[in-house]
Structure formats: structure tokens, C-alpha cells
Nanobody
Framework: EVQLVESGGGLVQAGGSLRLSCAAS????????IGWYRQAPGKEREGVAC????????YYADSVKGRFTISSDNAKNTVYLQMNNLKPEDTAVYYC?????????????WGQGTQVTVSS
């Protein structure tokens, strides 16, 4: 059974930091791209960051470049999203995703989501 289990969300003040974790199981970790999507109330789901586990290639949305860092610990089958200098507009439910090709709207697998709230 495939599982993507997110953790690390919470409430933080603007300018603060959080680190999200996504523990993956049930598939060959190295063969996948794993990333993060987010959805704020009343807005469409948007891709935030993605990493190809095998190559290490990563991608960031323009809105988070320079503030967020995606990384993986292959020994733990876990992907992290370090979020620094958080802004109120980063408030959203963050979903871990995994896909055999690349992070996209129709990812193979989705986690249950974790809430990130940034207060001004």
C-alpha cells in the first residue's frame, strides 16, 4: 500500500520558518519525483516544489524561490520542504505528491495534507 505521510505543519508568524516532512512507503522511492502542492481557501491547487529522487533535479515555483528548499533523505524515504521567511500568502494546506514522471496536476499519489498558517 502506497503511503505519503506529511508532518510539520502549524501556525507561525510572518518571517518565521517551518519544515514539512513527507515519509513515503509502498513504492520504489528512487524511481519517483516527489514534491509539494498547496491549496489556499478559494484558490486553485498550485505546485510549490518538486525533486527527482534519482537525479536530484529540483524545481520551485516563482512565488517560493529563494525561500523554500526541497531535499530528500533516501535512507529514510523522506522528502523535506524547508520554508523560510514565510508570508501570510503561504497559508494553505500543503500536500505531498509522488509521480513516476514528474510532479504534475495528476500525480500518481497524494498525501492527506498538512495545514500551514502564517499570521501577519
Amino acid at each position: 500500500e502506497v503511503q505519503l505521510v506529511e508532518s510539520g505543519g502549524g501556525l507561525v508568524q510572518a518571517g518565521g520558518s517551518l519544515r514539512l516532512s513527507c515519509a513515503a512507503s509502498g513504492f520504489t522511492f528512487d524511481d519517483y519525483a516527489i514534491g509539494w502542492y498547496r491549496q489556499a481557501p478559494g484558490k486553485e491547487r498550485e505546485g510549490v516544489a518538486c525533486i527527482s529522487i534519482g537525479s536530484g533535479y529540483s524545481y520551485y515555483a516563482d512565488s517560493v524561490k529563494g525561500r523554500f528548499t526541497i531535499s530528500s533523505d533516501n535512507a529514510k524515504n523522506t522528502v523535506y520542504l524547508q520554508m523560510n521567511n514565510l508570508k501570510p500568502e503561504d497559508t494553505a494546506v500543503y500536500y505531498c505528491v509522488a509521480d513516476a514522471l514528474w510532479c504534475r496536476k495528476e500525480n500518481d499519489y497524494w498525501g492527506q495534507g498538512t495545514q500551514v498558517t502564517v499570521s501577519s
